[in-house]
């Protein structure tokens, strides 16, 4: 797959992706009639399902990563070419401010508007630090196990950390700086969002760290599609022989 295709998949996938959480954070408040919980479940489902999506539609063309902390990890796995990050996170972030955009248009918003939305503090920060390691594991885990899973994985936690997180699971770099551009439910003041990324650049780096030491990498001849190798699983002394064969996983991680 060359390069271009992969950049614009990437662009427009980050592009849909902030026009789904933003979109239907407009539209859950304005239905909601104030109340704040159905308002986040909405939010969180429509964030959920729209993620699911995104990664099946885009994931075997440039790996759905939609997520400058995903391609520094895969990168720091050496999964992509290093040549390939600053273009990734280039066209993630104008991808991410694109669809910002394009959810403001549909529903008669200014273009761009500062958010007021306050989120700061030690809590709001530790709870990207979780997001964010969280998000990394689930990846990494499921990628390098049963990759066929992985686009139904991630939505899951994150429509899950939406709820369980006090920041509402953000785990993303682009979306925290593009949405500091919506004044509505979705946003986050501008001031706050530098706690935010620094939080999650450090819950991806720890959560590589752990999960490819708990998930080890084998070698390219010993897997099928990237999961681990049977002889990994072996109990000691037991030859990879009499390990049953892997089962051929569907598609790629997102």
Same mark, same amino acid.
């Given at each position: ?7 614009? +998949? ?8 902030? /026009? ?43 790996? $759905?990563? %939609? ?5 520094? +990890? ?8 290093? +040549? ?27 273009? %761009? ?6 989120? !700061? ?5 530790? !709870?990207?630090?979780? =997001? ?9 885990? #499921? !990628? ?7 686009? %139904? ?24 700086? =593009? ?13 706050? $969002? ?10 991806? /780096?720890?959560?590589?760290?752990? %999960? #490819? ?17 049977? +002889? ?23």
């Amino acid at each position: 797959m060359s390069l271009a295709r992969r950049i614009v +998949s990437e662009g427009l996938g980050t592009a849909f992706l902030l /026009a789904v959480v933003v979109g239907s954070g407009i539209m859950a408040e304005r239905l909601a009639g104030g109340n704040v919980a159905v308002a986040l479940l909405a939010n969180a489902i429509a964030t959920g399902a729209g993620l699911v999506a995104l990664i099946l539609m885009f994931g075997t063309i440039s790996g $759905a990563h %939609f997520n400058p902390v995903v391609t520094l +990890s895969e990168a720091w796995q050496k999964n992509m070419p290093r +040549s390939e990050v600053l273009p990734y996170l280039a066209v993630q972030l104008a991808g991410a401010f694109a669809g910002v955009a394009a959810a403001h248009l549909m529903f008669d918003v200014p273009v %761009f508007i500062a958010s007021e939305h306050v989120r !700061s503090g030690p809590a709001q920060w530790w !709870s990207e630090f979780v =997001a964010t390691f969280g998000l990394i594991a689930v990846i990494i885990g #499921c !990628s390098r196990s049963r990759p066929g899973v992985t686009p %139904f994985a991630v939505a899951a936690y994150i429509t899950a950390a939406y709820w369980f997180t006090a920041s509402t699971s953000f785990a993303n770099p682009a979306v925290t700086l =593009a949405r500091s551009a919506t004044n509505t439910f979705a946003g986050i003041r501008p001031f706050d $969002a530098p706690g935010f990324i620094a939080a999650q650049l450090l819950g991806a /780096a720890a959560a590589t760290l752990l %999960f #490819c030491w708990l998930y080890p990498a084998p070698p390219a001849d010993a897997t099928v599609a990237g999961t681990v190798a049977p +002889s990994d699983f072996a109990p000691s002394g037991k030859p990879e022989r009499d390990m049953p064969a892997p089962t051929r996983p569907g598609s790629s991680h997102g």
